[in-house]
């Protein structure tokens, strides 16, 4: 047995807090390492499981992290640094039969369904384990997940390369969605988002303000608002492709107008979920092909860091709005 530090999340009446807890870890499966955790990100999703909206209490939240393999019962990874696929899936259905696990009719997840990295060590299937090449920091590689979720995006259009592209909200996953287009080859990039100080990073990310000149190709939504899919809507030339990413923040009602130019302008509408992350493809595996070589920086994007214990910070800090990524650091590496 092992002990690790974790941060659940409890609900006491209708409130929710984290709470401190040493724990026993039992020894890794077969199928497991034990990962010491060193950053895990902390996700705009993960708000609304503070706020009362996981599946369940108490909860380690947390899956977007890296970490060092600390005792692999084979022998054969102790010591790597590693990023972890949060999504355990079935392997039976049809969607896992084509490697598309984030679409798996019965997985699991670090961090939502199951305990995530609010701790300090984690058992982690082997399957999951993405080893880092040289070159990638581990804060880079907490950061994958996101990033991938942001490349997922771009490859739901036919092509980017040579596209105008429009991302509504530059949140983290704006930002990532604007510098991942440009390693893709996007002509232009341009960026719509109210709060002016968003909206200026997006610039110095080299994208355009989405003024009426711009004439993008491709719209992403990155915000889950109705009012920017209906303003992709009529914006959007003929056989514009309209990618939808942001959780949507209620309901999305379109008026009668606004429906007809998906029909009139023969629009593509792509929903994308998550990552894929197979042997086939994987957009984890390119996203640290990237940071490696270098024509993917992300660490700039960490405005806040905090320890483990400080998780409640962390949590209210990016719920703020006034922070692009807050990272939870347990070690340095
Ligand atoms: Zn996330
Ligand atoms: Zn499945």
């Keep these: 047995m092992n002990t690790t530090i974790a941060m659940p999340l409890i609900k006491e009446g209708e409130t929710f807090r984290f709470v401190r807890e040493e724990r026993q870890l ?4 077969a199928d497991e390492v034990r990962l010491r955790v060193t950053n895990c990100g902390v996700c705009g999703s993960d708000i609304s499981r503070w706020k009362g909206g ?32 949060p999504i355990l899936p079935c392997h039976e259905c049809e969607p896992c039969k084509n ?8 997985y699991d997840y670090y961090g939502s369904r199951r305990d995530g990295a609010f701790a300090t060590h984690l058992n982690v299937k082997r399957d999951n384990l993405i080893l880092l090449s040289e070159g990638v920091d581990s804060e880079s590689a907490a950061m994958c997940e996101p990033t991938a979720v942001a490349l997922h995006a771009l490859r739901r259009p036919r092509t980017v390369e040579g596209k105008r592209v429009a991302v509504y909200g530059a949140g983290t996953i704006g930002l990532l969605l604007l510098r991942t287009a440009k390693l893709l080859g996007a002509a232009e990039t341009y960026c719509f988002d109210p709060d002016p100080d968003k909206l200026a990073s997006a610039l110095k990310n080299g994208a355009l303000p989405l003024d009426d000149n711009a004439s993008p190709d491709i719209f992403i939504d990155a915000c889950g608002k109705s009012a920017a899919l209906i303003d992709m809507l009529r914006r959007a030339k003929p056989r514009a492709e309209i990618v939808l990413l942001g959780n949507p923040s209620g309901d999305v009602l379109l008026a009668k107008a606004d429906y007809w130019q998906i029909l009139r302008r023969e629009l593509t509408l792509y929903g994308t979920w998550n990552s894929q992350h197979g042997v086939s493809r994987s957009d984890w595996r390119d996203v640290l092909d990237y940071m490696a070589d270098g024509r993917l920086a992300v660490r700039d994007m960490i405005t806040h860091r905090f320890p483990l214990e ?7 800090t990016l719920a703020s709005g006034k922070a692009c990524k807050v990272m939870l650091k347990m070690e340095e590496v």
């Design 99 to 106: 490697e598309l696990y984030a679409m798996c009719a019965h």
């Design 310 to 316: 400080q998780a409640e910070d962390a949590l209210s």
């Design 26 to 29: 039992p020894p890794p499966a």
């Design 54 to 85: 996981a599946y369940h209490y108490p909860i380690v939240i947390g899956h977007e992290f890296a970490g060092v393999v600390e005792y692999d019962p084979r022998g054969e990874l102790d010591g790597r640094l590693t990023a972890v696929f």
